[in-house]
């Protein structure tokens, strides 16, 4: 008889919060933990990462048992239980079930119950939560944007690893600035090699300088274009052609052409925000997909239009902020670089970066029927003509 599958810790939460237990979620589960600093009883069932955390809309299976059976067999298998308190958790009759059956299954001790706050509560929580708000100081999410939010929910992340691992906060805390601070030393690091490099062949006559810059120019977007593609476009492309949906997939990959747009968080925003608005989506979810010959997964975002039988997959290239990175470099050193401007150069490697791309995906995968799907979005303007297109296809289709 196989064994029963243990959770390290299962997520309760209401509807309306969906997005932020996925996200706590899925920042848990690829958390690699300090091995040397977490005592035997409070590691995770996995040797690496922070897992299996319990989440209904990933982990529950498809089948004819009961809906709430099988979360009160997955709660008597979970160490941890992690409670969302919100204003609608505190009126959700599931989050109480749920919250009471861990409590029965675990003799009554509520030691492995995590609350966590969304922003503040005002309404009354079920009675094991509000006894244990009287007793500690609880981690709160911030909902809402700004730079402010982000850091606010690193604090409770790591305040929420601290509970799990048992381990101090400011050792999870400081480990991760120091790796922060390791990362982008060494993208800088690699980015100014690339450019050293390139400035290295550059003699003294005009010529040569101009030969470098061509140089640079060119084969720095192809190192995003190598490691864009053989770890995410091209799987993902495999992943639909694998897959035995009849939806049609269509990819839009949101790139910077100003300056302003090379955060990728803010392009990644606003493009979504201006489709959902324009045009009739019936809902948006993340998924995920397996690199093949790799443990991790790889994430993604989807939508499906009302009225049409196809599927957009929206990605931001979060690779190309290493281009954002360059242009800072250029323009700190004006003596060195020619005087483009910062739009002009962000324009420029962009250019370059869809034109490799596309030869590259031409080069690794001519036989998938999806590449014609992929859309290279630089303006809201070439995302209603790429929906118009796609749009007018579904009609012909029909």
């Known amino acids: 008889m196989q064994e029963e599958k243990q959770y390290y810790a299962f997520i309760s939460y ?37 897992r299996p955390v319990f989440l209904d809309t990933t982990d529950l299976s498809v089948s004819k048992e009961d809906f709430t059976s099988e979360i009160e067999e997955t709660l008597k298998r979970t160490k941890y239980l992690i409670v969302l308190c919100s204003e609608a958790s505190a009126k959700s009759q599931f989050v109480a079930k749920e919250i009471n059956c861990f409590v029965e299954n675990h003799k009554g001790d509520t030691s492995g119950i995590i609350p966590v706050i969304i922003d503040q509560v005002n309404e009354e929580q079920p009675p094991y939560i509000s006894e244990l708000l009287k007793t500690r100081n609880c981690p709160i999410w911030n909902t809402q944007k700004g730079e402010n939010a982000k850091m606010d929910n690193q604090y409770c992340f790591y305040h929420i690893l601290e509970y799990l691992l048992g381990v101090d906060f400011q050792k999870l805390f400081s480990r991760y600035l120091h790796y922060r601070r390791r990362k982008r030393l060494l993208r800088f690091t690699a980015i100014l090699t690339v450019l050293l490099v390139c400035l290295g062949l550059s003699l003294t006559a005009w010529q040569k300088e101009r030969e470098v810059s061509t140089f640079e120019k060119q084969t720095f977007p192809y190192s995003l274009v190598v490691g864009y593609t053989d770890n995410f476009l091209i799987p993902l492309l495999n992943t639909l052609v694998d897959s035995s949906a ?21 392009r990644e925003k606003g493009y979504d925000n201006y489709l959902e608005r324009t045009y009739d989506i019936s809902y948006s979810e993340n998924f995920a997909f397996r690199l093949k010959g790799r443990r991790r997964d790889l994430t993604g975002h989807r939508k499906k239009m009302k009225g049409y039988n196809c599927m957009l997959y929206t990605d931001n290239a979060r690779t190309v902020v290493a281009i954002k990175e360059v242009v800072d470099f250029k323009q700190s050193q004006p003596r060195l670089f020619s005087t483009q401007s910062q739009d002009e150069m962000i324009k420029e490697y962009t250019d370059l970066f869809i034109e490799q791309t596309k030869k590259k995906l031409e080069e690794a995968i001519p036989n998938n029927p999806y590449r014609v799907n992929v859309h290279f979005i630089t303006s809201q303007h070439v995302l209603d003509s790429v929906m118009n297109v796609i749009q007018e296809s579904e009609k012909r289709e029909e």
């Not at 589960?29 to 690496?48: A, G, I, S, V």
């Open 14 to 50: 209401s509807r309306n919060d969906a997005k932020v237990a996925q996200e706590i979620q899925r920042r848990l589960e690829k958390y690699p933990y300090p091995q040397h600093l977490t005592d035997q009883e409070h590691r995770p069932y996995d040797d690496k990462l922070v």
């Open 246 to 266: 009849t939806i049609t997939p269509h990819v839009l990959i949101y790139l910077p052409y100003r300056y302003a747009e090379s955060v990728h968080s803010k």
